[in-house]
């Protein structure tokens, strides 16, 4: 039996996967069925690429005006919002576009990390 991951190994595939993407979402089920057999993920993996969740950066350049403007709208904090930024690149620190998902590093430790270089 092939193991399935959630993840795809780089960056060309990431973007193979979203320029793949078809138009409708109703045409979604058989396409993304066969990318996740093909690159050997899970149909959620192909989902969150389409759906701009995971390989955001990465896809960024590809994302349509409607897209870009969405995510803008959501994603950007009120001092944001009153500069009128246009761009993702030229959002503040605090706004939710930039943060990174998950935990932070350590944030479930028992006990202090110890640095190897001090």
Known sequence: MLAYSFLLSSELQAT???????AQRCDRAALC???ADR????????????????WVWTNLP???AAELAAS?????????????VDKVEDTCEACPINRKRGRPRGARDTYRRQRKNP
């Open 16 to 22: 193979e996967v979203f320029q793949q993407r078809p």
């Open 39 to 54: 690159y050997s993920v899970t149909t959620t993996a192909i989902r969150h690429i389409w759906d701009r969740r995971t």
């Open 72 to 84: 803008l709208a959501e994603g950007t904090c009120d001092e944001c919002k009153l500069r009128k």
């Open 33 to 35: 069925s066969e990318l």
């Open 62 to 64: 590809h994302w349509t």
